[in-house]
């Protein structure tokens, strides 16, 4: 069975520094990658995701996110971060193949901007 | 399109009472999910259906029952609810059950459990 590992609880910045969020994942299979975001008192996003193809993956409101196979890590980043990015942030994979699409999530990391 | 929806959005329970938790999708999504949030443990899969008429256990199954009815339904119990069950539970669904595909959340239900 896969797992994820997010080592960071709880990030804070202040508006404008740069963001990088760890993210890595045990599977010996193929796996596909999620970013989702949960902002406070509403459900999740998907921020961005990859199960192929170019390994920087681009997403919504300016973050991105780069696969490395041989580190199984999926680091989200941003590079100069708003107040209103303030969110709860989850790193997900499904196993490739017959998964049925089930998620397993990190622990989630909570980041706090000050303006 | 309202998309995923949840009810309801908040309870208290007492220890031993029972409650359902409706999901409601109208995305004519062929699998939903449900999920509960921990602090410091993410979410964690309780059930989930491939299909009406389906279900199947999760991670964390144990105190929890589902049914699929309709394919647009996904009903989570709690027979006898204890203090443990106390968390945010989710919903959510896909179109085809695709490791690739995105899930789609509800808004959240707020158990708690005394």
């Known amino acids: 069975a896969q797992s994820v590992s997010q080592h960071n609880h709880h990030v804070i910045l202040s508006e404008a520094a740069s963001l990088e969020l760890g993210c890595n994942y045990s599977?010996?299979?193929?796996?596909?990658l999620f970013w989702y975001v949960q902002y406070p008192g509403q459900h999740l996003q998907l921020l961005l995701k990859?199960?192929?193809?170019?390994?920087l993956v681009k997403g919504i409101k300016g973050f991105e996110a780069e696969f490395i196979k041989s580190k199984f890590s999926f680091n989200l980043r941003k590079p100069s971060v708003q107040w209103s990015d303030t969110a709860e942030y989850f790193c997900?994979?499904?196993?490739?193949?017959?998964?049925?699409?089930?998620?397993?999530f990190g622990q989630g990391t909570i980041l706090t901007v000050h303006p | 399109n309202a998309g995923v929806t949840q009810t309801p959005k908040f309870r208290v329970l007492k220890t031993g009472q029972s409650m359902t938790l409706l999901c409601a999708q109208d995305?004519?999504?062929?699998?939903m999910y449900w999920y509960r949030q921990d602090p410091g443990m993410g979410l964690r899969l309780i059930h989930y259906?491939?299909?009406?008429?389906?279900?199947a256990k999760g991670e964390v199954p144990d105190g929890y029952n589902v049914s699929r009815l309709k394919k647009q339904n996904f009903l989570l119990g709690l027979e006898s609810a204890a203090p443990s069950q106390t968390s945010v539970y989710f919903c959510?669904?896909?179109?085809?059950?695709?490791?690739?595909?995105?899930?789609?959340f509800g808004p959240g239900t707020r158990l708690t459990v005394l």
């Open positions: 997900a994979v499904t196993a490739g193949g017959t998964s049925y699409g089930k998620l397993t």
């Open positions: 599977y010996g299979g193929t796996v596909n």
């Open positions: 990859y199960f192929s193809g170019d390994p």
């Open positions: 995305m004519n999504h062929e699998y």
């Open positions: 259906s491939v299909g009406e008429g389906t279900t």
């Open positions: 959510a669904s896909i179109l085809r059950g695709l490791s690739t595909d995105t899930q789609y």
